[in-house]
């Protein structure tokens, strides 16, 4: 066995290690830390699997940003555990559970060790979709999501600002229109400030870079905006920006502005390019490339008001 | 073994874990925690078939890895929206049971608030 393989067990096992203590942690805080951490190990999984692109977005999106959520989500928490772990189920219960999970979980082992050869597979497809006529993209992740299921990625927008609304929608009705509750303290650390200045622009345009490099090597719109919202929330958190109030035009303009160009260029390539969707060929790629910044700008904003939460203002219940 | 089948086999047992979590964790949040682990590994499975689908030049079929990307984005903004629903719970009521019965015992007041 080489080296490698030693590396490849060494990183299976750290990861279901992380996994099992996110399960079993007595402390709901230690629980959702652990997640974090276990976001973060399985980008280095995704790597080893040849997928740089996933292995950025788990990196960005699984583990930061539902970090940051799940930790402030925790900590605010922490209180109402105490009470409830008296439900926690028999010992009769949890080995039953024990025992159907790993049912479950063997037999879709079998199926794995078992799956059919030769593998089906769509990559002819997607690397005519990203040398072929209408795009000349160097990345066959961004031809992917771009070109050849370019829907998917406008709904999946879509879905995004649903959540958003979903979200708005919970809070108090005395707060809507109001900004959410701030990230921070009232007076944050010295050191979180300096961070925030010092990491802030850096961050920015490593973000704005990666969605840039999309086009050709692997990074893109998803990868830039997490970054870029990452950078957002530091500079919330540390107070040097407030938060917008959720009725502000800008807002709500920046978070439908990604789908709204998407669906706009999708509509005039079925009058001008013969089909839904379809790109004129001669300037595909300067036209895939300004609607992924506008979906940049539509993550950042839809990313960080999914973390900040529902409007939000003193008194309300 | 190679690395993919690995890492897919790793996905099956978080699958089950994260099922183990789901079922026995009384707290909505353990409940959301074990949820994403049994998303993750099935995105992991579907890692693999990314992987075995190389073909055309490729070391992986970009289909199913763009779908992971996506089920990753989606995935975080279905969390945003069921952790705004537990802090809401718990702003309301001081409390986070999801347990229909502990709603509905008589001697309980914050039932009625």
Redo the contacts between chains.
Sequence with gaps: MSIQTFLDIALALLVIGVAVWTIVARDLFVAVVAYAVYGLFLALVWIRMYAPDVALTEAAVGGGVTGVLLVAAGKRLDMSAIDIDRQKPSTTLAILAAGCSILFAGVLMIVILSLPAPAPTLAPQAAAAASGPGAGLGNPITAVLMSYRSFDTMLEKVVLILAVVGVWSVGADQAWGAAPAPFGPDRPYDALVFLAKALAPVGAIIGFHIFWTGADAPGGAFQGGALLAAMWMVALMARLIELPRIDARWLRLALVAGPAVFLAVGIAGAMLAGSFFAYPSAFAKPLILSIEAFMVLSIAVALTMLVAGPPYRKGAP | MT????????G??????????L?????P??K???F??VG?GA???F?????????????????P??????G??????????A??????L???S????L?PR?WTRPDDDSSTS
């Design positions: 690395p993919a089948v690995l890492a897919a086999l790793v099956a047992a978080l699958v089950g874990l994260g099922l183990y979590g079922i026995v964790h009384p707290h949040l353990r959301l925690l074990a994403n682990l993750s995105f992991l499975v890692g693999m078939v990314a992987r075995r689908g190389a073909a055309a030049g490729l070391a992986f079929d970009p289909v890895q763009a779908m992971v990307i996506t990753i984005v989606v995935a975080f903004a279905a969390s945003a929206l952790v705004a629903l537990v802090l809401r718990f702003a309301t001081g409390r986070v049971d347990d502990v």
